[in-house]
């Protein structure tokens, strides 16, 4: 079983950044993909980014690439997602998720709030 546990959210003005972390427990945390998804007021949950066990491979949605990095520390079980160039349209929660790969995620965190003003 693994728990998340995000944090770094804000509320940061358009064009700023900030960083977000997901804090894994157990020790299972280096076998799987991790991912960043996200939710805005009346929409769905959206994928945002996501990086493979090893972090060798990277995904990145179109509306954010470019902008957004994800990476992965498995020493510290953790990982991370730094936003740039921040829009409005950034604003949601976003969660952190954990999967066996294949675009499968059976774990998620409880979100953090990330508002950005115009």
């Known amino acids: 079983q693994v728990q998340l546990v995000e944090s770094g959210g804000g509320l940061v003005q358009a064009g700023g950044s900030l960083r977000l972390s997901c804090a894994a427990s157990?020790?299972?945390?280096?076998?799987?993909?991790m991912g960043w998804f996200r939710q805005a007021p009346g929409k769905e949950r959206e994928f945002a980014a996501a990086i493979s066990w090893s972090g060798s491979n990277t995904y990145y949605a179109d509306s954010v690439k470019g902008r957004f990095t994800i990476s992965r520390d498995n020493a510290k079980n953790t990982v991370y997602l730094q936003m740039n160039s921040l829009k409005p349209e950034d604003t949601a929660v976003y969660y952190c998720a954990a999967g066996p790969g294949g675009g499968n995620w059976n774990h998620w965190g409880q979100g953090t709030q990330v508002s950005v003003s115009s």
């Open positions: 157990g020790r299972t945390f280096s076998r799987y993909d």
